[in-house]
């Protein structure tokens, strides 16, 4: 199926939605007039269009491109941060390294600096790193070392829920055009 032009309407809504914007604003904000219910329903059929989806992951595949971003990269960088060795820090003689010296993986790990003059003129720096065991439990996490999480939920007293009225509730709502 040949690919269509997108309208100025889509091209300003896709241009929304890489903007960050939610799809009710985004679509609202293209310039289509209805409610915002009504807005929230279209824009989520709209995102569902082929021509939208492709445009989409056009300019987000370039920007990752443009930004040297792929999954390799990603991975090694979490991993400089879970396994971050503090040694690189000092020198052989145990003295703070400056910050120009640094090896490249320990200032990657860097997430904010003091730099203290201290009495004779000299620096001092203070150097704040990310959290190893976030990066770490990040790395578990994509490699699949934990069992999905479940959520259990109760009902009063700790009985269990019943879901048919809710469902029956739904259905009916549904059934009488009302899906707000």
């Not at 985004?26 to 709209?46: D, H, Q």
């Not at 569902?48 to 492709?54: A, N």
């Not at 790193?129 to 479940?150: N, V, W």
């Amino acid at each position: 199926m040949p690919k269509k032009k997108l309208t100025t309407q889509q091209k300003v809504f896709v241009y929304n939605i890489l903007e960050g914007m939610n799809q009710t604003d985004a679509y609202l904000s293209a310039g289509y007039k209805c409610t915002r219910s009504a807005a929230r329903r279209a824009a989520a059929r709209l995102l569902t269009f082929v021509d939208i989806k492709s445009a989409i992951e056009k300019v987000q595949g370039r920007a990752a491109e443009k930004a040297e971003i792929t999954q390799t990269r990603i991975l090694e960088e979490e991993g400089r941060l879970a396994f971050l060795n503090p040694q690189g820090l000092v020198n052989e003689n145990g003295k703070l390294l400056d910050l120009h010296e640094l090896p490249e993986d320990v200032a990657r790990a860097i997430v904010g600096l003091d730099v203290v003059r201290q009495n004779d003129g000299s620096l001092k720096y203070k150097y704040r790193f990310t959290d190893k065991g976030k990066s770490l439990e990040r790395l578990e996490r994509i490699m699949g070392m934990f069992a999905p999480e479940k959520h259990e939920i109760a009902g009063k007293g700790g009985n269990a829920i019943d879901l048919t009225a809710i469902v029956l509730r739904v259905t009916q709502k549904n059934e009488s055009g009302n899906s707000n």
